[in-house]
């Protein structure tokens, strides 16, 4: 018998989007799993964007509260889609108040919020999940593998790359995103916050690192309204841009390979630019998500002039066949979110954790954490032991 999970969504911009279709769309990928969401709420605080979800989606109720989503008996989940700054008391408060947590990434504005999230899970005894969704594709779970089987040698060095233009344009508004108070870090937090988790889901724990960080679009106009994603605003007021536009970060691991993270926002000329190259004594392999179901392999034991070969994931790898029924039929970004909601589902249902955890997110901010103080301090800084 498959029972009924109510489930809430707290924030209901683009992310709140993706993670109300990802809880639709399990069931149809997932018939096996123990338990099937049930929308019961969404809270939302722009006045009639709750209404259109619930019009739209099918929530049995609305809010624009996130404190009566705690309080309520019908809900036993909620994905916490709502800005950085609220992530800490809205993810405390849900754990203590029983409710297993989906929220995204970076999970607050510093590690010392992450941190108190994760204890707050951990002390209720509920499942938490995080929206590090790169780590589904089962391109990249296949490339894990391949690396921790030793196929391409001992690995060297890596280099991590998240180049992106959604804070390109000049008149993009002055929301939330580029404030300290509000939105804390800038590409730290956005996109670093998943090059860091890539690094250490591939190639294990780091041990120290030094970051330079720059601001590129210092000012931008302040919204007149209500945004969602990355509106444009022009001719308001304009405010300062608080936080990094861009981050370029060398890494240790205690493997003893090194590494390469960069992450930009203002990119002009790339969409979605992120990837990885690992490089190993006997081979490589490079993944890009704007070709997500494709790996680029070298192996072997020529070295020098050694050929890179395609592989196509299919059934077998990953979840990728809970998509596709064969290699080269291509999955997108939403499939990695109807993954991520599978494994919280799962986790919930047999009271364990599948895929990533509040301690992913720790892990993630501590690196953040570091990298900021490196910036400013121009030197190399080591990152807590695991």
């Known amino acids: 018998m498959v029972d009924a999970l109510g489930v809430a969504v707290v924030g209901f911009g683009w992310m709140g989007r993706v993670h109300t279709q990802a809880y639709a769309r399990v069931p149809h990928h997932y018939p096996q799993l123990g338990v099937r969401?049930?929308?019961?709420?969404?809270?939302?605080?722009?006045?009639?964007?709750?209404?259109?979800?619930?019009?739209?989606?099918?929530?049995?109720?609305?809010?624009?509260?996130?404190r009566e989503v705690a309080a309520d008996p019908r809900v036993r989940a909620v994905s916490i889609t709502a800005p950085n700054f609220l992530h800490r008391e809205i993810g405390v408060a849900m754990a203590e108040a029983g409710?297993?947590?989906?929220?995204?990434?970076?999970?607050?504005?510093?590690?010392?919020?992450?941190?108190?999230?994760?204890?707050?899970?951990a002390g209720a005894g509920v499942q938490g999940a995080v929206g590090f969704n790169y780590r589904n594709a089962p391109a990249v779970e296949s490339a894990r593998e391949l690396i921790a089987a030793g196929?391409?040698?001992?690995?060297?060095?890596?280099?991590?790359?998240l180049f992106s233009d959604y804070a390109a344009h000049p008149d993009g508004a002055l929301t939330w995103?580029?404030?300290?108070?509000?939105?804390?870090?800038?590409?730290?937090?956005?996109?670093?916050?998943?090059?860091?988790?890539?690094?250490?889901?591939?190639?294990?724990?780091?041990?120290?690192?030094?970051?330079?960080?720059?601001?590129?679009?210092?000012?931008?106009?302040?919204?007149?309204?209500?945004?969602?994603?990355?509106?444009?605003?022009?001719?308001?007021?304009?405010?300062?841009v608080e936080n990094e536009d861009y981050v370029s970060c060398l890494l240790r691991f205690a493997s003893g390979a090194r590494g390469v993270l960069e992450a930009c926002r203002v990119s002009v000329g790339e969409q979605n630019n992120y990837g990885f190259e690992v490089h190993g004594t006997e081979g490589a392999v490079f993944w890009d998500f704007r070709r997500m179901n494709e790996l680029a392999v070298s192996r072997g034991t020529s070295y020098q002039d050694q050929p890179v070969s395609t592989v196509y994931v299919g059934p077998g790898q990953g979840e990728f066949g809970a998509f596709q029924p064969g290699a080269a039929n291509a999955m997108g970004y939403d499939d990695l979110k109807v993954i991520e909601a599978y494994r919280f589902l799962r986790s919930i249902a047999e009271g364990t954790p599948h895929g990533t955890t509040l301690a992913d997110a720790v892990h993630s901010a501590d690196v953040l954490d570091?990298?900021?103080?490196?910036?400013?301090?121009?030197?190399?800084?080591?990152?807590?032991?695991?």
């Open 370 to 386: 570091a990298m900021a103080r490196s910036a400013e301090s121009g030197s190399w800084v080591s990152l807590p032991v695991s």
């Open 151 to 161: 196929e391409i040698g001992a690995v060297t060095h890596v280099r991590i790359r």
């Open 177 to 240: 995103r580029y404030e300290r108070e509000r939105g804390g870090s800038g590409v730290l937090g956005d996109l670093a916050s998943h090059g860091a988790d890539l690094a250490r889901f591939l190639l294990g724990d780091l041990v120290s690192l030094t970051a330079d960080t720059a601001i590129f679009v210092p000012e931008r106009a302040r919204p007149t309204g209500a945004t969602a994603g990355h509106a444009l605003a022009s001719g308001g007021e304009l405010g300062p």
């Open 37 to 66: 969401p049930r929308l019961i709420t969404v809270a939302e605080e722009v006045p009639g964007r709750a209404e259109d979800a619930a019009r739209q989606f099918g929530f049995a109720s609305t809010t624009r509260d996130w």
């Open 99 to 121: 409710k297993h947590i989906w929220i995204e990434k970076p999970v607050g504005l510093t590690a010392d919020d992450a941190r108190a999230v994760a204890d707050a899970v």
